[in-house]
C-alpha cells in the first residue's frame, strides 16, 4: 500500500520541477525563493543524483538477499552392458535413467538475517545520502546568502551614488554662484569614482554567486533572467542550546547512520553464527529398472539426506571479525556523538557572536551614521564644516552601512551552518 503513495508523491514532485523550471525559462526574470531552489537543487544536483541511485542499488540488494538456493536436478545413466550378448552386440541392453532432485535447506535463520541485514544496509546508505544533502545544502544556502548579500550591497551602492551625485549638482550650483572654490568641487567629483567603483564590485560580486548557484543548481538559465529573493535581515532571539543540542541528535543523519551500522553489524554477528551451523540436502529419485530380478520392481523411488560434518570449519572467523565489527561501530557511534555536539556548540557560538555585533548597529549605529552624515553635510553646504569633515562623513555613512549587510550575511551563514549542524533548519533564511 505504501508503494503507489510514494510512486505519487515523485511524481508530484517531479510535475513541480517541471513547472518550476518551465516557469523559470518563460518569464523574462523569475526570482526564486529558498524553499523553491531547494526543489530544483534536490531535484537536478547530478552528485545528489548518482548518490541516490547508490540508495536504489542498495535497496536492489534486498532482493538478492532473499533469494533461496535453487534446487538441483542431475539426470544419470546407469546399468550399460558393454559386453555382447550371444555375440550379438546390444549397447543399450539394460540400461537405466535417473532423474533426482536435490535442495538445500537453509536453517537458522540465514535467509530472514540476510534481508534485516540487506534492509538495515538500505538504511544506512539513505541516512549517508541525507547527510550528504545535508552538507550541500549549507553550500547552496551559503550561496544563497552570497546572492542576497551581493544584491543588498548593489542596492546601497546605487543609493550612494544616486545621493553622491545630488552632492554634485548642489556643489555645481554653488560654484556658478562663486560659494564655492574650484579645488573644492573637483575634489568632490574626484570622490565620485569611488562609489562608481563600489557599484561595479558589487555587480560582479552579485552576477559571481548566481553563476555558482546556477551550477549548484545544474540550471541553464541566463544569468540575466535568473534572481533569487528572501529577507535579508536578522531574527534576534536564538532558541536556547540544549534544545537545539537535543533536536541535533534527533535529526542528524551522520549519526542516524552511526547507530543503525551497531544494528546492522548485530544482525550482521547473528548471521555469522547462522552460517556456522549445518544445512542439510534433501534429496529424491526415481528410476526404471527392467533388467531387476524382481519383475514387480521395474520402478523404484529413492530419498537422501545429505548433511556436510561441521567439524573444522563452523565459521569461526567470521563469527568473531562481527562481534569485534559491533564494538568498532559503537565506538564510531560515540564519536559521532561528539561530533555532533561540537558542530553544534562552534556554529552557536558564532550564530550568538554575530547577534551582540549586529544588536548595536541596528539600534544604534545605523541611525548615528545617517545623522552625522545629514548634520555635516547641512553645515558644509552652510560654511559650518570644512570639505574634509564632509567627505569623511560620507565615507563613515557608506562604510558602516556595508559593514552592517556584510555582518547580516555573516549571521545568515553561520545560521546556515547551525542548521547544517543540527540536520534542521531551526533558523529560517
Same mark, same amino acid.
Given at each position: 500500500?505504501?508503494?503507489? *503513495?510514494?510512486?505519487?508523491?515523485?511524481?508530484?514532485?517531479?510535475?513541480?520541477?517541471?513547472?518550476?523550471?518551465?516557469?523559470? +525559462?518563460?518569464?523574462?526574470?523569475?526570482?526564486?525563493?529558498? #524553499? $523553491?531552489?531547494?526543489?530544483?537543487?534536490?531535484?537536478?544536483? !547530478?552528485?545528489?543524483?548518482?548518490?541516490?541511485?547508490?540508495?536504489? #542499488?542498495?535497496?536492489?540488494?534486498?532482493?538478492?538477499? @532473499?533469494?533461496?538456493?535453487?534446487?538441483?536436478?542431475?539426470?544419470?545413466?546407469?546399468?550399460?552392458?558393454?559386453?555382447?550378448?550371444?555375440?550379438?552386440?546390444?549397447?543399450?541392453? @539394460?540400461?537405466?535413467?535417473?532423474?533426482?532432485?536435490?535442495?538445500?535447506?537453509?536453517?537458522?535463520?540465514?535467509? #530472514?538475517? +540476510?534481508?534485516?541485514?540487506?534492509?538495515?544496509?538500505?538504511?544506512?546508505?539513505?541516512?549517508?545520502?541525507?547527510?550528504?544533502? +545535508?552538507?550541500?545544502?549549507?553550500? %547552496?544556502?551559503?550561496?544563497?546568502? $552570497?546572492?542576497?548579500?551581493?544584491?543588498?550591497?548593489?542596492?546601497?551602492?546605487?543609493?550612494?551614488?544616486?545621493?553622491?551625485?545630488?552632492?554634485?549638482?548642489?556643489?555645481?550650483?554653488?560654484?556658478?554662484?562663486?560659494?564655492?572654490?574650484?579645488?573644492?568641487?573637483?575634489?568632490?567629483?574626484?570622490?565620485?569614482?569611488?562609489?562608481?567603483?563600489?557599484?561595479?564590485?558589487?555587480?560582479?560580486?552579485?552576477?559571481?554567486?548566481?553563476? $555558482?548557484?546556477?551550477?549548484?543548481?545544474?540550471?541553464?538559465? !541566463?544569468?540575466?533572467?535568473?534572481?533569487? /529573493?528572501?529577507?535579508?535581515?536578522?531574527?534576534?532571539?536564538?532558541?536556547?542550546?540544549?534544545? =537545539?543540542?537535543?533536536?541535533?541528535?534527533?535529526?542528524?543523519?551522520?549519526?542516524?547512520?552511526?547507530?543503525?551500522?551497531?544494528?546492522?553489524?548485530?544482525?550482521?554477528? *547473528?548471521?555469522? =553464527?547462522?552460517?556456522?551451523?549445518?544445512?542439510?540436502?534433501?534429496?529424491?529419485?526415481?528410476?526404471?529398472?527392467?533388467?531387476?530380478?524382481?519383475?514387480?520392481?521395474?520402478?523404484?523411488?529413492?530419498?537422501?539426506?545429505?548433511?556436510? %560434518?561441521? =567439524?573444522?570449519?563452523?565459521?569461526?572467523?567470521?563469527?568473531? +571479525?562481527?562481534?569485534?565489527?559491533?564494538?568498532?561501530?559503537?565506538?564510531?557511534?560515540?564519536?559521532?556523538?561528539?561530533?555532533?555536539?561540537?558542530?553544534?556548540?562552534?556554529?552557536?557560538?558564532?550564530?550568538?557572536?554575530?547577534?551582540?555585533?549586529?544588536?548595536?548597529?541596528?539600534? *544604534?549605529?545605523?541611525?548615528?551614521?545617517?545623522?552625522?552624515?545629514?548634520?555635516?553635510?547641512?553645515?558644509? /553646504?552652510?560654511?559650518?564644516?570644512?570639505?574634509?569633515?564632509?567627505?569623511?562623513?560620507?565615507?563613515?555613512?557608506?562604510?558602516?552601512?556595508?559593514?552592517?549587510?556584510?555582518?547580516?550575511?555573516?549571521?545568515?551563514?553561520?545560521?546556515?551552518?547551525?542548521?547544517?549542524?543540527?540536520?534542521?533548519? #531551526?533558523?529560517?533564511?
Amino acid at each position: 500500500m505504501k508503494k503507489p *503513495k510514494i510512486m505519487k508523491t515523485a511524481w508530484a514532485a517531479r510535475f513541480a520541477v517541471m513547472l518550476l523550471v518551465c516557469g523559470l +525559462r518563460a518569464q523574462a526574470q523569475q526570482s526564486l525563493t529558498w #524553499e $523553491q531552489v531547494k526543489i530544483l537543487f534536490e531535484a537536478n544536483n !547530478p552528485a545528489l543524483g548518482a548518490d541516490q541511485a547508490s540508495v536504489d #542499488e542498495m535497496r536492489a540488494n534486498e532482493i538478492t538477499a @532473499g533469494l533461496r538456493p535453487n534446487p538441483q536436478f542431475t539426470l544419470s545413466q546407469d546399468g550399460t552392458q558393454l559386453a555382447p550378448n550371444n555375440g550379438v552386440w546390444q549397447p543399450l541392453t @539394460g540400461t537405466f535413467v535417473v532423474p533426482s532432485v536435490s535442495y538445500l535447506h537453509e536453517r537458522d535463520h540465514k535467509r #530472514e538475517l +540476510r534481508v534485516q541485514s540487506a534492509k538495515e544496509g538500505t538504511q544506512i546508505a539513505q541516512s549517508q545520502h541525507h547527510d550528504l544533502e +545535508r552538507t550541500m545544502l549549507f553550500t %547552496l544556502r551559503a550561496v544563497f546568502v $552570497q546572492v542576497l548579500q551581493a544584491k543588498a550591497v548593489v542596492s546601497l551602492a546605487k543609493q550612494e551614488l544616486d545621493y553622491y551625485d545630488r552632492i554634485i549638482a548642489l556643489s555645481d550650483e554653488r560654484f556658478k554662484k562663486g560659494d564655492l572654490a574650484e579645488m573644492d568641487f573637483e575634489r568632490i567629483e574626484l570622490q565620485r569614482v569611488q562609489y562608481e567603483s563600489d557599484l561595479q564590485t558589487a555587480e560582479v560580486n552579485l552576477r559571481t554567486a548566481k553563476i $555558482q548557484m546556477l551550477q549548484l543548481l545544474n540550471e541553464q538559465t !541566463p544569468i540575466d533572467r535568473f534572481d533569487v /529573493q528572501g529577507p535579508f535581515e536578522f531574527a534576534d532571539q536564538l532558541p536556547p542550546l540544549d534544545a =537545539i543540542r537535543q533536536t541535533a541528535q534527533d535529526n542528524r543523519p551522520d549519526l542516524r547512520a552511526a547507530l543503525e551500522a551497531i544494528e546492522q553489524a548485530e544482525t550482521n554477528h *547473528k548471521l555469522a =553464527i547462522a552460517n556456522g551451523s549445518t544445512d542439510p540436502t534433501f534429496g529424491g529419485w526415481y528410476t526404471y529398472n527392467a533388467s531387476t530380478n524382481n519383475p514387480f520392481a521395474n520402478q523404484t523411488l529413492g530419498l537422501s539426506v545429505s548433511v556436510p %560434518l561441521r =567439524i573444522f570449519d563452523r565459521n569461526q572467523g567470521e563469527k568473531q +571479525r562481527t562481534q569485534i565489527d559491533i564494538a568498532r561501530n559503537r565506538q564510531l557511534a560515540e564519536a559521532a556523538r561528539a561530533q555532533v555536539f561540537s558542530d553544534v556548540d562552534s556554529a552557536y557560538t558564532q550564530v550568538n557572536s554575530n547577534l551582540i555585533l549586529l544588536r548595536p548597529y541596528r539600534g *544604534k549605529y545605523l541611525a548615528e551614521a545617517r545623522k552625522v552624515r545629514e548634520t555635516v553635510t547641512y553645515a558644509w /553646504q552652510h560654511g559650518g564644516a570644512s570639505l574634509m569633515d564632509f567627505l569623511n562623513a560620507q565615507s563613515d555613512y557608506r562604510n558602516v552601512h556595508l559593514a552592517y549587510l556584510q555582518l547580516v550575511g555573516a549571521y545568515l551563514t553561520a545560521a546556515g551552518q547551525l542548521n547544517m549542524a543540527v540536520g534542521k533548519e #531551526e533558523i529560517q533564511p
